[in-house]
């Protein structure tokens, strides 16, 4: 018997990497949907590419959508990505890195593509634990977006297949995330987690992605083997 | 005091473009988005370009979005449009031309322009009386919608602005649609409703979409004024 399809939104950073493991783990054959949205496009792109070629997963469909159209976020327009916010801070105040919409639009995608492609399942590695406080990363706002899509597709209306939304991480720390992951045999080698890499895919080890990443890193004893731009990146 | 701003969805059809001169009409400063997404790029983005320039509307945002990589549309892959369906069954089944997901991504972008804009309202041409039975047409699809958006943005969490989802069309029929178009000064010879065109942007008359539209005309006894590539388009 053929394995469940499912979609997985893979960004090229940790969360996703380990949520695509989990679903494969599960026994779904998994592709991959990647967006190129902002302006960092080559280093997170091949993140991506990396990512799924180690998870040896199906087909890989990578968009581009040019959301600096509408700008509005440090990730699509010309406005600082925040860096240095005291650890302690992150989460309270919804930073500049939110980009308006981004969760609904990149669900409503990833929902079209999985009806065409006889999936029921859909991946999604947001956190609502060790994270900036993006509302699109809620367990609320995914709940609603669920009850939205069991509306939204032929697949439901005429066949009664649901298609649902996971979201394995989503009440994880961080750390459980590096853990669950490295027991799955993610790279993390491999994946690009930072809102402001360097041309060449290095790691800030300034921004919130870095600081909650590497958080979990050194809460487990290990040195991050992502590439960083400075010695601070190293736990 | 400046009008407050809104989004209206523009694909360039008869709908859309009476939606656009509805919200005008409600005192908004109306800003449009249209999407390129399927094979008839050309002709179906100069009937948006010329419908935005008639109703004098703000800026004018053109998305490419490359539904073609997911496919299973008769709009978005080499599936033929149905032709000649007899009128009584229109709605009756989702037919090849509903694209998955179409509605749930046009309205998350929109959603994240509007935030982004600093707009609070939505405008989407869609009709649940006169139309092909999509689910993500439906009142309940768009309710959902709104549920879901009500939870996602900076917008609603932070500062308690909600962004509200117009569908001032949806309960009417295209009779009613048509003349509350003409009353507000619409052009509908600028629009383009087929699923089918020709490159030189002339309507078919026989897909489900020219049918409902040509009925329309036909009840109020007025010529459609758009382009037809055979006699039956004419009422």
Request: aromatic share 8%; with cysteine; glycine share 10%.
């Amino acid at each position: 018997m053929s394995r469940p399809k499912a979609v997985v939104l893979l960004s090229g950073g940790m969360d996703s990497a380990t949520t695509a493991a989990i679903a494969l783990r599960h026994g779904f054959d998994v592709h991959a949907l990647t967006f190129r949205y902002g302006q960092r496009h080559h280093v997170e792109l091949e993140a991506a590419l990396h990512v799924a070629a180690q998870l040896s997963l199906g087909r890989h469909v990578v968009l581009e959508i040019d959301l600096r159209a509408f700008g509005g976020s440090a990730l699509t327009a010309d406005i600082p990505v925040p860096k240095d916010t005291p650890i302690d801070e992150i989460g309270q105040r919804i930073p500049d890195t939110y980009v308006p919409g981004r969760n609904a639009i990149f669900l409503s995608f990833a929902l079209g593509w999985a009806e065409v492609l006889g999936a029921s399942d859909i991946f999604l590695g947001v956190n609502a634990l060790d994270y900036s406080g993006y509302p699109d990363c809620r367990p609320e706002f995914i709940q609603a977006f669920q009850a939205m899509a069991d509306l939204a597709t032929r697949a439901g209306v005429e066949q009664g297949r649901r298609l649902t939304v996971h979201t394995p991480l989503i009440a994880l720390s961080k750390r459980e995330i590096i853990e669950q992951g490295l027991a799955l045999g993610v790279d993390y080698g491999l994946t690009l987690t930072c809102y402001d890499p360097s041309t060449e895919g290095a790691a800030c080890g300034r921004c919130e992605a870095c600081i909650l990443r590497l958080k979990g890193f050194r809460e487990i004893g290990m040195e991050d083997p992502a590439r960083y731009q400075t010695v601070e990146g190293k736990a």
